[in-house]
């Protein structure tokens, strides 16, 4: 009979994940994530960013202009595993009360263009279109995207991985 060895050795690198994820569970302390109530009528994804709605501190919205993004970024929304996706539909309907991550590292949607996202760079928020609210590094190819604002805290671009149109990033919000 063979001999079972219990594993004591665990990577820290991060798997590929699904947008909206969380990479580092037990680094994830209060205040890192707040709850919304998501205001922007056509739904949304996890792993989107979004920036405060009409009622600061009360709702979240995905942006619509870059002065949203200058002023009123907010953080990402996060997967819930309790949520499953509707056919044909985003997994948070108008009005769903959702998490969105201020400070931590999570999984996020990228534009179709992925040699504008690259590691180790500020992170572009797309403001417009049917992209809205996903990553790129640079504002790219017919995409109107926005820095993330230097005044509203940290984010970069940890890890890319092109093949699922996601990236890792590393945000910290006051």
């Not at 002023?71 to 997967?79: A, E, M, R, S, Y």
């Not at 990228?110 to 797309?126: C, E, G, H």
């Not at 049917?130 to 890890?159: Q, Y």
């Amino acid at each position: 009979m063979p001999i079972q060895i219990p594993q004591l050795v665990f990577g820290l690198a991060c798997p590929r994940a699904l947008p909206g994820q969380i990479a580092d569970l037990g680094a994830v302390q209060a205040g890192d994530i707040v709850s919304r109530s998501l205001d922007t009528a056509a739904g949304a994804n996890p792993g989107l960013f979004v920036v405060e709605g009409a009622t600061v501190g009360v709702g979240c919205k995905l942006p619509t202009a870059a002065s949203d993004i200058t002023n009123l970024t907010l953080g990402v929304l996060c997967l819930e595993a309790m949520k499953m996706p509707r056919a044909g539909s985003p997994i948070y309907a108008q009005k769903d009360v959702v998490p969105v991550m201020r400070r931590g590292r999570v999984w996020v949607y990228t534009v179709a263009d992925p040699a504008s996202v690259a590691p180790d760079t500020t992170p572009f928020i797309v403001h417009s279109g049917a992209d809205a609210g996903k990553v790129g590094s640079t504002a790219g190819t017919g995409t109107v995207a926005t820095a993330f604002p230097a005044a509203a805290g940290n984010a970069k671009i940890v890890l890319v991985d092109a093949t699922i149109g996601a990236a890792l990033i590393e945000i910290s919000m006051p």
